[in-house]
């Protein structure tokens, strides 16, 4: 918290300095996001166990008299600025097609978007898989409507941020980012059901006695986005064909493990694997809130360690590096579970370490991750914290 004032501060004088603030000034936060698990559910309808973090992006912003919008990314030292009656993408200052999505979508939705300046600044790694875009587009949602002065549901302001990521960035992602930056609780995961959004806060073991460690392989996600279409459409393609069994499926959430045996010698045997791993990964979220709820870390920690294991080598979208960290992970001091977490291929893994051989636990990680890829690796000792809100400084 300490750090969330003290950068919001910061991105509130740079407001000032920079743009330019008129008397009333809005600053908002949008967190980053870890997956505990349920990993390439969310675009099955299936279930997924996220938390918001406490790294996260702050915004703070102005409103103008007129329908002009400036923009300011302080850790990038870049300017974007357009026109709400014209907003298109930039191609220069990529970053700013995820501010413009959201409130292109706003308006579209009729809501009295307003011009404004606004300023942002944040700590979630760029790229990792902690889903620093969904923060962004969280953050730009809440101080629109700050802005704006109108006002909007969580949920509905989730589904226009993963639209405007979908159709004006151009990227195919599910919706468990943006839901999690934007109802997630402190001290809590959050299960959610991706087809009907129904959730529940679950609520994680105290930070006394375990931490959220996240540690970052340093790779950046090459391959993602070709790999990441080609898993969806595989999975398509397997719901295509099992419908001729299971008629009145809609998705792979819908196939039970049983069905799923009975079927699965019908499916090519790539498409096989792929939806297998959503079938059995499903089960897996649901078995993990009952057993978090029941305090049960240990078989938490095997599902998790399950569900990396899938993830390898039936969806086949880790790589060396998240497999060599969570290898010395399942080895080091203090671990009750460590998977790949996030799209994969490079990005971050997750993982539950008693709270008193935390120390020990991202020493040994580091070090024998350093040893085998020649890389240094980044580690987060994380807290599950609240999602996006506006701040009262
Ligand atoms: C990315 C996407 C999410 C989800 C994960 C995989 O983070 O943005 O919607 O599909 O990959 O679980």
Redo the contacts with the bound molecule.
């Keep these: 918290m300490a750090d969330t004032l003290r950068r919001a501060q910061l991105v509130r004088e740079k407001l000032v300095e920079i743009l330019g603030a008129g008397e009333r000034v809005e600053v908002v936060k949008a967190p980053g996001r870890v997956?505990l698990i349920?990993?390439?559910?969310?675009?099955n309808d299936g279930f997924?166990l996220p938390a918001a973090v406490d790294r996260e992006i702050i915004m703070a912003a102005s409103p103008r008299d007129d329908d002009e919008v400036h923009l300011y990314a302080l850790d990038l030292n870049s300017r974007s600025s357009f026109s709400l009656d014209r907003i298109e993408p930039d191609k220069q200052a990529n970053w700013s097609n995820y501010i413009r999505g959201v409130l292109l979508l706003l308006k579209e939705r009729g809501l009295p978007v307003r011009g404004m300046n606004a300023v942002f600044s944040g700590d979630v790694p760029v790229a990792a898989?902690m889903?620093s875009s969904?923060a962004l587009e969280m953050a730009t949602g809440v101080t629109a409507a700050a802005i704006g002065e109108f006002a909007v549901d969580m949920v509905e302001l989730v589904k226009v941020a993963q639209a405007a990521e979908n159709n004006f960035v151009g990227?195919n992602?599910?919706?468990?980012?943006q839901f999690i930056s934007g109802l997630g609780k402190r001290g809590h995961a959050l299960f959610l059901d991706c087809r009907s959004l129904d959730y529940e806060l679950v609520p994680l073991p105290s930070n006394d006695e375990y931490k959220i460690v996240i540690a970052n392989t340093m790779v950046k996600r090459g391959l993602v986005d070709s790999a990441?279409n080609e898993r969806r459409s595989q999975c398509e393609m397997g719901v295509e064909i099992l419908k001729e069994y299971l008629p009145g499926i809609k998705a792979l959430r819908d196939v039970s493990p049983a069905d799923f045996a009975k079927y699965k010698d019908k499916l090519p045997p790539v498409v096989a694997k792929r939806c297998e791993h959503i079938v059995f990964e499903n089960e897996r979220v649901k078995d993990s809130v009952k057993a978090l709820r029941a305090g049960d870390v240990e078989e938490f920690g095997r599902l998790m360690r399950a569900s990396h294991e899938s993830l390898r080598d039936l969806y086949e979208v880790s790589c060396k590096e998240l497999d060599i960290m969570v290898e010395a992970a399942w080895e080091a001091p203090g671990t009750c579970g460590a998977r790949m977490t996030?799209?994969?291929f490079g990005g971050c893994t997750v993982n539950l370490v008693r709270a008193e051989a935390v120390d020990e636990f991202v020493a040994f990680v580091k070090a024998r991750y350093a040893e085998e890829t020649g890389n240094d690796p980044e580690i987060y000792v994380c807290e599950a914290e609240d999602g996006a809100k506006r701040l009262e400084l």
């Design positions: 997956n349920g990993e390439h559910t969310d675009y997924v898989g889903s969904a990227v992602c599910g919706i468990m980012d990441y996030g799209a994969g």
